[in-house]
């Protein structure tokens, strides 16, 4: 079998922000024009707006997603989940999960690079901040002077807040978030530190450690090796076409060799290097290159989205065995998660016996006790009806025959059966619970009767 191996050097010495000796080089990007860029842009956009709206938009009376843990009810779009359904979770896991390693295989670090929230916010809110404040690339590897330094850093706060009270509010709603935020902190200290802890997170990352959550933190990152193969879409160098480098006119490579691909990259590796697992796909190097070819009036995509494959000049094959298997598991995921949601009921009842002895001796006969337990599962209250099936020999006694149970709450109501001393066998108990849609049998056996 035909084995691809990560990193190819090629005999280069390896260009990265984590330089041989473990320290690390500070990565200054210089700004890069481009279709890739432009089309990037976009996405970010569409993302952030949708991240904004989620908690605000709602649907079937609740915002389109809230993951109210305090209270374990899940709303999302338009449906509600308690703990009870928290089942189906795995299988979400399994489609989701699949589905990225299927767009892996085909489309490489496409996640990394256009939407995984590290790229989105470092590059649409950070990294503009910098530019802003710090000014070129040329200034900024200068040094920034102190107080513009320290507006820099106050504005990292800033968006830092801001993205944590998005993120919180996923967790909080945005209505309370907003009564909270007019309302002292001590009136809710738990979403405060939440917030306050957040805000750091967020800060640090991405006023500091930015490129090394993706080169050194991220597990994606590091699986790329196995899940990116000849065939899959990645960013690469030409390196037939480029190679011999040099200046215009001194060598027969269409690489000039004027480092624009490097100095744009933002985990500061040279992609002519090989494919590397620092590289995150975000096709910078692509529209730095494709505009100095521009400029010698040479064709454009000496470095580009291709297939390993593909730049060795054979064909790129789509529809591989490792795709077929991907496609099937990220769907059968996907398929078990959206049925099993369909079919979930609007209420769960189970017959459960009382704390003690399974059965007592009473001077009358035998007596076991149960407690009915109903989990109403929809975001409004519900009345509940609860009668016991008549059955031989058994008496019951039901002494809450309708219960109220408030949204995505249970409740327990005790039940008791009797039966004569001399009662054979273990006759089965059955209670049915109702409310105006749906019925529930539950079932569990007598204990105690004479054998
Ligand atoms: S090598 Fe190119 S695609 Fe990869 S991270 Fe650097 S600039 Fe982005
Ligand atoms: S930008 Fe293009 S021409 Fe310039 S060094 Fe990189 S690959 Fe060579």
């Known amino acids: 079998m035909n084995r691809h191996q990560l990193p190819v050097l090629n005999g280069h010495v390896a260009e990265s922000?984590?330089?041989?000796?473990?320290?690390?080089?500070?990565?200054?990007?210089?700004?890069?024009?481009?279709?890739?860029?432009?089309?990037?842009?976009?996405?970010?956009?569409?993302?952030?707006?949708?991240?904004?709206?989620?908690?605000?938009?709602?649907?079937?009376?609740?915002?389109?997603?809230?993951?109210?843990?305090?209270?374990?009810?899940?709303f999302v779009f338009g449906a509600t989940f308690n703990p009870q359904d928290f089942w189906l979770v795995f299988f979400l896991a399994t489609g989701v999960g699949f589905g990225l390693v299927y767009a892996t295989a085909?489309?490489?670090?496409?996640?990394?690079?256009?939407a995984c929230p590290q790229t989105v916010f470092l590059e649409a809110l950070f990294r503009p901040i910098e530019r802003l404040v710090g000014g070129p690339r040329e200034a900024r590897l200068r040094g920034t002077p102190l107080p513009r330094r320290v507006l820099k850093h106050a504005l990292y706060l800033v968006a830092s807040a801001f993205v944590a009270h998005v993120f919180v509010s996923y967790f909080v709603s945005a209505s309370s978030l907003a009564a909270m935020m007019r309302g002292a902190p001590s009136a809710h200290p738990e979403a405060f530190g939440w917030m306050l802890a957040t805000t750091a997170l967020f800060y640090g990352n991405f006023a500091f450690f930015r490129e090394q959550?993706?080169?050194?933190l991220c597990p994606y990152g590091r699986?790329?090796?196995v899940l990116i193969d000849d065939d899959s879409l990645v960013i690469g160098y030409d390196e037939a076409r480029g190679e011999p480098r040099g200046k215009k006119g001194k060598t027969t490579g269409d690489c000039v060799d004027c480092n624009r691909c490097v100095v744009v990259c933002p985990t500061g590796i040279d992609i002519r290097n090989g494919l590397q697992m620092d590289c995150i796909a975000c096709a910078q190097c692509v529209d730095a290159c494709?505009?100095?070819?521009?400029?010698?009036?040479?064709?454009?995509?000496?470095?580009r989205y291709d297939s390993l494959r593909g730049l060795r000049g054979e064909t790129r094959r789509i529809l591989r065995p490792r795709v077929w298997l991907y496609t099937g598991l990220a769907a059968l995921g996907l398929i078990v998660f959206f049925l099993a949601a369909r079919s979930r009921t609007?209420?769960?009842?189970?017959?459960?016996?009382?704390?003690g002895a399974p059965f007592s001796r009473e001077p009358d006969g035998v007596r076991n006790g149960f407690f009915v337990h109903v989990v109403n599962k929809k975001a409004e209250a519900r009345r509940y009806v609860i009668e016991a099936e008549p059955?031989?020999?058994?008496?019951?006694?039901?002494?809450?025959?309708?219960?109220?149970?408030?949204?995505?709450t249970d409740h327990r109501v005790p039940i008791f059966v009797s039966a004569p001393s001399?009662?054979?066998g273990r006759p089965t108990v059955r209670i049915r619970v109702r409310d105006d849609e749906e019925v529930r049998v539950v079932e569990a056996t007598f204990l105690g009767g004479a054998p």
Do not use: N
């Open 106 to 114: 085909v489309l490489g670090r496409v996640w990394c690079g256009w």
């Open 346 to 355: 609007s209420f769960e009842a189970t017959l459960v016996r009382q704390p």
């Open 290 to 303: 494709d505009e100095i070819m521009d400029k010698l009036d040479r064709p454009r995509g000496l470095v």
């Open 223 to 225: 699986l790329q090796s």
């Open 391 to 408: 059955a031989e020999g058994l008496r019951f006694v039901v002494p809450v025959t309708e219960v109220d149970v408030g949204p995505l």
């Open 17 to 74: 922000s984590i330089l041989t000796d473990g320290t690390r080089k500070k990565i200054h990007p210089a700004d890069v024009r481009g279709r890739f860029l432009r089309a990037r842009r976009l996405v970010f956009v569409a993302l952030i707006a949708l991240w904004l709206l989620l908690p605000v938009v709602r649907l079937g009376g609740h915002p389109a997603l809230f993951l109210d843990v305090e209270h374990r009810r899940f």
């Open 422 to 424: 001399d009662l054979r």
């Open 213 to 216: 959550t993706c080169v050194a």
